[in-house]
């Protein structure tokens, strides 16, 4: 539903002065019917902190708006994104602040400023959001008529590093956690500030730093009914992953140990078949994509995959629309789900898998449970089911790491080519992204060293000068990003002035090459006389850890067994077959 009324503000003047102009004009198709600005009685701005086509690339950020939607008609909720630095300076020379996408209302109009955080190197852009708006960066510097600025996703399960800033941290699932919050904060409407902080602190599953008692411990808090979509928000310009997607089932049973998103989305709760399929149906009907991923971190352990890929597929062919798995398994069942998935016209797309390490002894050493016989006979069915291009993901930096496991990442990567060429695919191709180990907290890794820059640096070369063929493309992700990434996954309070200082020198876009500058934040480091070292360093299994009051269901007894496990190279069986005793729960 196109509002041209819209592009009648401030900033439209400045479009012009811009690189992609069309990330600000909105003019988006909403499914939502909402509340007038003037009669809404609680006013929720979701803010990423990244640009407008990263942003709506988010499922998750469309879940919230959509849940919040649901929730009550008193209600509404709208939306802001980071903007690029070109218009940053532009909006700072025109005085003009930064406004939310659809009401283009100021953000420090709005009862709340509610931030995901997706990943650490955008923590920057979190204070130019704060910034632009016109609002105070640090909390305890912020009046009564402040907007309250919480946060949620992953980075709230590190909430140190950004104490400062952020004035309620949501620890857990936004359905879980939002009703609490927003019924409260309708009913103490007309209080102050401070007294509406005091009363979340109370609340389980919120961190609030100003209001926070040592000694005291945030829990998780999760929910058996996860939120539906049945519609999704269609961007009118292009954007990262141009697609409808929904979420088969949240959590995973796998036990990877290197991975975070698995260890704290415990446990596993799946969508019921029919619920799902009625989603797809009516997100492909209400907005017109012809493609819909089947999200979750291991699609392919849904119950009723199989049964969901056939009832749909003759409803899908008739639309030309097309369902995709984002995660495969390097397993033959994975790779008949994905053949059924594309049909022989996508072949030539490629497949991707991620071994995740190149030797047999190192995958069970992060458990992932995969051995050589899965791998061999999974790229035999790739080739012979008719695909050309392999892509493998790979880590570099793992704990007992030796250099015979970073040569196996080419010799398997050669492996692969050398197969397809011989089962006839004659253009066959492999590309191989390799990416540096962050130890992240909550893992059974939490208390593992990280990688020095020059370590990394040296491993990826010494990959690279293995590859001479053509056909197979090798990159790993820059050292120097997997260095700030680890520094601001493990640290405390004392980085809050760190990126403080960094963003007063202009570091923005950590996470875009053309704009991360390592210097900047070693300068702020220098500057708060801190060494940077001191959070990618090992830590003492006694070591108090500066998330240790954040409590995510797993207890520190099944990371330590794990972390055990993982240097004896010995195996944790999924948590399908059995309980592994984490603290959280079997999967029922």
């Known amino acids: 539903m196109y509002n041209f009324n819209e592009f009648e503000t401030p900033e439209w003047k400045l479009l012009s002065q811009v690189s992609r102009p069309s990330r600000y004009c909105g003019s988006e198709w909403r499914p939502y019917k909402k509340i007038s600005w003037n009669e809404a009685k609680l006013k929720i701005c979701l803010a990423f902190p990244d640009v407008y086509e990263t942003g709506m690339s988010y499922y998750g950020f ?15 909720a709208d939306r802001a994104y980071c903007v690029w630095p070109d218009m940053e300076n532009l909006m700072r020379l025109n005085e003009i602040p930064l406004t939310s996408t ?39 510097e912020r009046d009564e008529n402040s907007p309250l600025i919480i946060a949620g996703g992953y980075g709230a399960y590190t909430p140190e590093v950004l104490s400062e800033f952020i004035d309620v941290f949501c620890v857990g699932e936004a359905e879980a956690l939002l009703p609490q919050l927003l019924n409260l904060l309708e009913s103490m409407k007309d209080f ?26 945030i829990e998780r808090q999760t929910t058996e009914n996860f939120f539906t979509l049945n519609s999704m928000i269609v961007p009118s310009v292009s954007i990262v992953h141009d697609r409808a997607a929904v979420e088969l089932f949240r959590g995973c049973g796998r036990g990877c140990r290197f991975c ?10 799946q969508r019921k078949l029919e619920e799902a399929s009625r989603s797809i149906l009516n997100i492909i009907n209400s907005t017109g994509w012809e493609e819909i991923g089947l999200l979750s971190l291991a699609s392919c352990d849904y119950y009723g995959i199989e049964n969901l890929i056939d009832e749909l597929s003759p409803t899908l062919n008739e639309r030309c629309a097309k369902l995709s798995l984002p995660s495969l398994r390097m397993d033959g ?14 072949k030539h797309g490629g497949i991707t898998f991620a071994p995740e390490a190149g ?21 035999n069915e790739i080739f012979s089911r008719g695909w050309e291009r392999v892509k493998l993901y790979f880590m570099m930096g793992l704990p007992t790491e030796t250099d015979e496991d970073l040569d196996a990442i080419a010799e398997i990567s050669y492996r692969t080519l050398k197969l397809g060429r011989a089962m006839g695919r004659k253009r066959a191709s492999v590309s191989v992204s390799v990416s540096g180990f962050v130890p992240k907290a909550h893992t059974p890794f939490q208390w593992e060293r990280q990688n020095s820059i020059a370590e990394l640096q040296e491993k990826g070369r010494r990959i690279k000068s293995q590859i001479h063929d053509r056909a197979l493309s090798i990159s790993y ?42 210097t900047r934040w070693l300068e702020a480091f220098e500057f708060c006389g801190l060494d940077p070292e001191i959070f990618t360093r090992e830590r003492g299994e006694d070591e108090k850890l500066s998330w240790d009051f954040i409590n995510v269901g797993l207890t520190k007894n099944f990371l330590l067994r794990e972390r055990k496990k993982a240097y004896e190279g010995n195996l944790t069986a999924d948590c399908y077959s059995g309980c592994a005793a984490c603290g959280i729960g079997c999967v029922k």
């Open 192 to 217: 102050k500030r401070s007294e509406k902080l005091q009363a979340i602190s109370k609340l389980k599953g919120f961190y609030v730093p100003l209001y926070f008692h040592e000694g005291d411990i």
């Open 333 to 346: 069942f994975s790779i008949g789900l994905a053949e059924k998935l594309e049909g022989l016209r996508s």
């Open 260 to 269: 975070q998103a698995g260890m704290v989305g415990r446990p596993v709760r």
């Open 102 to 140: 659809e009401n283009k209302k100021p953000l420090k109009n709005f009862d709340v400023i509610a931030f995901t955080l997706p990943h650490e190197t955008s923590y920057t852009n979190i204070l130019t959001m704060i910034d632009l708006s016109g609002l105070p960066l640090k909390n305890h």
């Open 359 to 379: 030797t047999q002894r190192l995958r069970d050493v992060i458990n992932k449970g995969i051995n050589e016989d899965m791998i061999v006979k999974c790229l």
């Open 62 to 76: 469309q879940i919230i708006e959509g849940f919040i939607s649901s929730m009550s008609k008193n209600y509404l």
């Open 477 to 518: 992700h820059e050292p120097e990003q997997t260095f700030l990434e680890g520094v601001l996954s493990r640290g405390d309070k004392r980085t809050c002035n760190v990126i403080l200082r960094a963003w007063e020198t202009g570091a923005r876009f950590d996470n875009w090459t053309e704009y991360f500058d390592l």
